[in-house]
């Protein structure tokens, strides 16, 4: 038999697969191999989690944050516990004339069965006992129609309830107030509609009614969630759970900033003003200065407690027991604020220079004015001047001729002010600021004869052509022909470039400078005033009296506006120059122009200002230089940074800029921002640019005319560069005849459809601003003064 042969490959041509390292090691065997040796995991990789550890992760996560906010919570209603606690302030505003605000908080009331006090004498405060939910309320209601007093008590209030109608609409003065309280910062808002009947209001229409009124409230606060029926008890006992069991949301400006909501406002023999009420927001401290809305700054003399009385028995018919009242802070004068707000202009600081005889008498020939021949040797010439029929050597003396002013431009920038008789009767401190508050009150509104009412509207139909040409053609101007341009620009520099030319920010300042102050280091000022007010002063939530002094007599008569002591923070009462960052409001149509009269409302303050309005850079820099373009108009659509004087400010407050009416009752809403810092070395920059015409265009050179109209101006901007519109750049070279013609080198050739352009620039200051009052403060009610 035969055997066959296998054939065998050669081992070379074998393959041979790796093996798997492990060879499906179990895990003990792979800790047999290791022998207790472990791999250090690199700090720089990152660290891969498993699913077990993720799961903790955010589970740790979401507790922490569940703390937070539990913590903030309890720390935001801390003042409203016990049966001492602070009342919890609502702002009660109505947006429609047939709303009953009575009704609407006896309705809140009578779904827990609760007595509101105040609501029958005619007090600014209404107060209810909310025995249910173990806290206490207080209402403040606001007239209808009345945007000052609405924005006055929520800016002191932890929650807004907002009174719609359901069968009016809301008219444009009430959208403008719901953007106002918005620009000022909402607290917690309620919506709710008044008990109607339900002949006016049937059940199947009320249900879209409250939709539509909603989705009209999610435009202004998006937080909205229902519309609440007072008319049904079951709603009106679900906005009182929101109020008095809430957790108050915090509007961001008053954070860490005192103020007392004042319950009883007496004024004793002796001129202080007792103020008694809770303190809230931060600490109060009697070291530093109280800010009265309308009235201004004072100084706190101490404060004492105010405890409230305590019954002596828990059983019924037991009597009240009043505490005695203690000192917990009082006034040190070598720790307090002073109440020096300017500085006093000292001139004989400054350069003084004496010209000679010789001088003054070549300046005075140049004016074309005599010279009286007989005046004594060494003293300044006399100028003759036509003295009035009647009048003495003495009062012609003060007599100021026309030509000794300078020239304003062409926006009246050098406006002349009015100016008090300092000889007038010396009054007391009350009855003078009385008079001030009336006086201020009047100039609010003066009657026009036909002539002057004509000349105004007239130039504020203008205004509307000038803003369109000042977008078409921003900051040209036409050169004079009968003044000379260097007399007449005489204010006005070139410069290479705007944001890098050197430009001192000190030089020839206005005298209001010198009563402004200025911080070495603003940033850090503010850091130190924080960390001082940590532990200094009264804790809130404790309730006191506080004694102010200086407050005059107006301000303790009651009002529609509830009386409110703001606690200003150190330096706040000091004025420098505040600089904003505005937004013009969508709404307004009419024109803004810089320097325009307006009501400026930052904070607690409200002023009345001319501010100046110039670009905002981007990203807010100061640039290489801090130069800033100045501009003419508030446009729409872009940030624009306005400039005033005004008392500093802290921290990122929000700001509006309204307008007067005819009714002083219902402002119009110019602008919204924030503010932005007080920088006095910030030089706003107002630019001229003198065009002219390329007569005839060689290559790079051309002849210009009709930007200058003598050879002598000419040579006076000689060294300022010259641009054209379509991008090149020259200088002038030399004169040409004696109508004002230039030959003028380019870097490259030009068009001569080009137009020659050259800039000249001058620094604006903003106008001192006054304190402004709210219409209808005096002795007596609104109300009563319309009966």
């Not at 501009?631 to 005004?646: I, P, Q």
């Amino acid at each position: 038999m035969v055997v066959e042969a296998h054939h065998h490959h050669r081992s070379t041509l074998k393959q041979k697969n790796k093996s798997f390292k492990s060879h499906h090691a179990t895990k003990s065997a792979l800790k047999d191999i290791a022998k207790g040796r472990t791999v250090r995991q690199s700090t720089k990789s990152p660290v891969v989690s498993t699913i077990a550890q993720a799961r903790l992760n955010r589970r740790n996560t979401q507790k922490q944050a569940q703390a937070a906010k539990r913590a903030s919570h309890v720390a935001a209603t801390r003042i409203f516990n016990g049966t001492d606690g602070a009342p919890r302030i609502v702002a009660i505003i109505p947006f429609s004339e047939d709303i009953d605000t009575p009704a609407c908080i006896q309705a809140l009331g009578k779904c827990i069965d609760e007595e509101i006090h105040g609501i029958n004498e005619r007090k600014n405060i209404w107060t209810m006992k909310a025995s249910r939910f173990k806290t206490s309320l207080q209402f403040l209601p606001v007239p209808f129609a009345r945007p000052f007093a609405a924005l006055d008590a929520a800016r002191a209030a932890d929650y807004t309830l907002i009174l719609l109608s359901p069968t009016i609409e809301v008219t444009p003065a009430g959208d403008t107030l719901l953007r106002m309280l918005q620009a000022q910062g909402l607290p917690t808002t309620i919506t709710a509609i008044p008990p109607t009947p339900s002949a006016i209001l049937d059940s199947k229409s009320k249900p879209g009614i409250l939709r539509s009124l909603l989705s009209f409230m999610h435009y202004f606060d998006p937080t909205q969630r229902r519309v609440f029926d007072l008319g049904a008890p079951a709603d009106a006992l679900n906005a009182l759970r929101g109020l008095a069991e809430g957790c108050p949301g915090e509007v961001k400006w008053r954070a860490g900033r005192p103020w007392v909501v004042g319950e009883s406002v007496e004024l004793g023999e002796d001129g202080v003003l007792k103020v008694t009420g809770v303190v809230r927001g931060g600490r109060l401290s009697p070291n530093r200065l109280v800010h009265v809305p309308n009235h201004g700054d004072y100084r706190v003399s101490k404060i004492v407690s105010a405890p409230l009385p305590r019954t002596k028995h828990a059983k019924p018919g037991a009597m009240d027991v009043e505490v005695a009242p203690v000192l917990l802070a009082e006034h040190v004068p070598s720790s307090a604020d002073s109440l020096v707000s300017t500085n006093v202009a000292d001139d004989m600081a400054n350069e003084q220079t004496w010209p000679t005889e010789e001088e003054m008498v070549g300046a005075l020939r140049g004016t074309g004015e005599d010279v009286v021949p007989d005046a004594k040797k060494g003293t300044t010439p006399k100028r003759i001047k036509r003295v009035p029929k009647g009048m003495s050597e003495y009062q012609a003396s003060w007599i100021v001729d026309e030509s000794d002013g300078e020239n304003g431009d062409e926006e009246g920038d050098e406006v002349g002010r009015e100016q008090i008789d300092a000889d007038e009767e010396m009054v007391p401190l009350d009855d003078a600021l009385d008079m001030e508050s009336e006086r201020k009150s009047v100039v609010a509104f003066q009657e026009l004869d036909m002539e002057e009412e004509q000349k105004q509207l007239t130039s504020w139909r203008k205004r509307s052509q000038e803003e369109q040409e000042a977008q078409s053609f921003p900051d040209e101007i036409d050169t004079p022909q009968d003044v000379p341009a260097r007399t007449r620009f005489a204010r006005y520099r070139g410069l290479q470039s705007l944001r890098t030319s050197p430009w001192d920010p000190y030089e020839n300042l206005p005298r209001e400078y010198a009563r402004i102050f200025e911080f070495e280091d603003f940033k850090r000022t503010e850091r130190d005033m924080w960390r001082e007010l940590e532990d200094d002063g009264i804790e809130p939530g404790i309730h006191v009296t506080i004694f102010v002094e200086g407050v005059p007599r107006l301000a303790s008569v009651s009002s529609q506006s509830p009386f409110v002591l703001y606690g200003l923070l150190k330096h706040e009462h000091k004025k420098t120059v505040l600089h904003f960052t505005v937004q013009r409001n969508t709404e307004c149509e009419e024109s803004v122009r810089s320097k325009d009269p307006l009501v400026l409302c930052y904070g607690p303050r409200r002023l009345r200002v001319n501010p100046v309005y110039s670009q905002h850079t981007r990203g807010g820099g100061k640039g290489a230089n801090n130069v800033h373009k100045f501009e003419r108009f508030l446009w729409h659509g872009t940030t624009t940074v306005a400039s005033v004087y005004a008392p500093i400010a802290f921290g990122k407050q929000p700001c509006m800029l309204l307008r007067e009416t005819q009714d002083p009752h219902s402002p119009e809403l110019v602008a919204m921002g924030t503010f932005m810092n007080p920088d006095t070395t910030r030089i706003i920059a107002k630019r001229l640019i003198l065009t002219g015409h390329p007569f005839k265009v060689h290559k790079k050179t051309a002849t210009v005319r009709y930007m200058f109209f003598n050879p002598d101006d000419i040579q006076y901007y000689k060294p300022i560069q010259l641009y054209t519109k379509h991008g090149r750049t020259g200088h002038i070279r030399e004169s040409l005849g004696t109508h004002g013609y230039f030959k003028a080198h380019f870097d490259g050739p030009i068009n001569q459809m080009d137009t020659v352009c050259m800039s000249l620039y001058k620094r604006v200051y903003p106008r001192w601003s006054e304190n402004w009052v709210t219409p209808g403060v005096g002795g007596r009610r609104d109300d009563e003064m319309e009966e």
